[in-house]
């Protein structure tokens, strides 16, 4: 008896440590959210840098878009390849608690489509906020390192399981399976995206198909045959339904009839209109580079019903929208994030010694010229400065959204933002009264305050002033 005493109390202790190291935060148990009013779009833009990063836009309708934070990145990956692609947003039951989930993939930024392939990052990047506005460190979270001769994980997603009170997180990893290697759908569970269970199979097509960018909704009671409508990239778009995260899946067909193939288009994006019965499905125009395009329907388990919108119904504003996830928004949560992030109108920084100049940044110099062309290379939108939001600015470009204004070797230029905090220091300016005239405005380097903006031979540079010359040089007056 001793030894099956012991037995079961060593038993229950492993089952006990085992949840305990999977769950550190037991989910909150689901509420009636306030109702939606807008939509945050989390996305990424391209092929650079600054473009593969978080970026963020707004909606009051779900089809007209602003970018948030002037087009330049929100949140940037310190962690893994540095990079991110394919955002998704979770918001939890309760309405209390949001994850952000990304390919850690960075192409060009030292790996190419090959590698990352055969032997990309096999984690996931994820970010967690209690507010939509503040965020963690980022964090990576290895979903594919279990799964035997994972080579990768793609375009993650995740929605609420209510049958199993946890997340139902899913993900495409380029793996062999019974000799074929390709992309296929793995999923796992999670209470809180920092571990989770082993992964398993989810979505597997015949043959050498292979299928990534995966994305559920769930539908209303009463809308359509089904209660979960996938919509997957297999060479198609490809629609299915089923009655559990689980179960079953039916399929449904896919929008060849209206001309979009997966050749064509990839991403799929779901979300519900708030004031009206009806679903919008973004789908990344990979194939011509022209980002998202919109697809209506007021029935998603029914492939016959879905119409691209019409031309001049939509606008995805001024960056380019690739891959990512839609959240419906409540008045707080909207206010909350615009207050944050809402972009700034441009301004165009005017000479004082030469009025008839402005500054401007050419093949990403930076000088003061005149009759500019085009205009918007001598447009900047004055943000908190990076390095220090009181009392400081930093230079936005309108037209190269996520690059500054910095200095570098006391020579300004335009380059995109790397994250670093040296850049921050060396894009950030404190606003001081003019020194050549204190109804103009002179701008103090952050990081060498005894340096300030001024023009030399019509470039600019950080310097320090000791004259009438270099006090005229360094004064200068925003207009818009």
């Not at 918001?91 to 990309?120: H, M, V």
């Not at 499905?281 to 007021?298: C, E, F, I, K, N």
């Not at 320090?464 to 005229?472: E, F, L, M, T, V």
């Amino acid at each position: 008896m001793s030894r099956v005493v012991t037995r079961c109390g060593a038993l229950v202790a492993a089952v006990l440590l085992l949840l305990t190291s999977w769950s550190v935060v037991a989910p909150t148990r689901a509420l009636a959210l306030d109702p939606f009013t807008g939509y945050l779009m989390a996305h990424f833009t391209g092929e650079s840098a600054t473009g593969q990063q978080i970026h963020l836009a707004h909606s009051p309708d779900g089809l007209t878009w602003t970018d948030l934070a002037n087009g330049g990145p929100v949140l940037r990956s310190t962690v893994g390849t540095r990079g991110v692609r394919d955002p998704a947003l979770v918001r939890s039951p309760a309405g209390d608690r949001y994850w952000l989930l990304a390919t850690d993939l960075c192409i060009g930024c030292g790996q190419n489509w090959q590698d990352a392939q055969l032997n990309g990052s096999r984690n996931l990047v994820v970010w967690e906020s209690t507010d939509l506005v503040t965020w963690s460190a980022p964090w990576l979270l290895n979903v594919a390192g279990a799964i035997p001769d994972g080579r990768n994980a793609w375009a993650p997603e995740a929605i609420w399981n209510p049958a199993s009170n946890d997340y139902h997180l899913y993900w495409a990893t380029n793996a062999t399976v019974n000799g074929v290697l390709k992309h296929r759908v793995y999923a796992a569970r999670t209470t809180n995206f920092r571990s989770i269970t082993t992964p398993q199979l989810y979505i597997d097509r015949a043959g050498a198909q292979d299928i990534i960018d995966t994305q559920i909704v769930e539908l209303p009671a009463g809308v359509g045959s089904h209660r979960y409508v996938r919509a997957s990239r297999d060479g198609q778009i490809t629609i299915e339904g089923s009655n559990s995260l689980l179960g079953t899946w039916t399929h449904l067909g896919n929008l060849s009839g209206i001309g979009l193939t997966g050749a064509q288009v990839e991403g799929p994006m779901w979300t519900k209109v708030n004031t009206r019965n009806e679903w919008v499905l973004y789908l990344d125009q990979y194939a011509s580079g022209r980002g998202y395009l919109p697809v209506l329907t007021t029935n998603p388990s029914s492939p016959a019903t879905y119409r691209t919108a019409g031309a001049g119904s939509y606008h995805l504003g001024g960056t380019k929208k690739r891959h990512g996830a839609i959240l419906n928004l409540t008045g707080a949560e909207q206010e909350r994030v615009l207050a944050r992030w809402r972009s700034t109108a441009p301004n165009r920084i005017q000479s004082y010694n030469h009025q008839d100049r402005y500054v401007r940044h050419v093949d990403f110099d930076v000088r003061i010229d005149a009759n500019v062309s085009p205009l918007a290379d001598s447009q900047f939108r004055l943000v908190p400065g990076l390095a220090n939001g009181s009392g400081h600015v930093s230079f936005q470009s309108v037209n190269y959204p996520g690059h500054y204004l910095r200095h570098y070797g006391f020579d300004l230029r335009l380059e995109a933002h790397d994250g670093t905090a040296t850049f921050a220091a060396d894009a950030t300016f404190r606003p001081v009264a003019g020194l050549a005239s204190a109804s103009w405005t002179s701008f103090q380097s952050y990081n060498y305050p005894d340096r300030y903006l001024r023009h030399d031979n019509y470039l600019l540079r950080l310097d320090p002033i000791g004259d009438a010359q270099g006090r005229s040089d360094a004064t200068f007056r925003l207009t818009s």
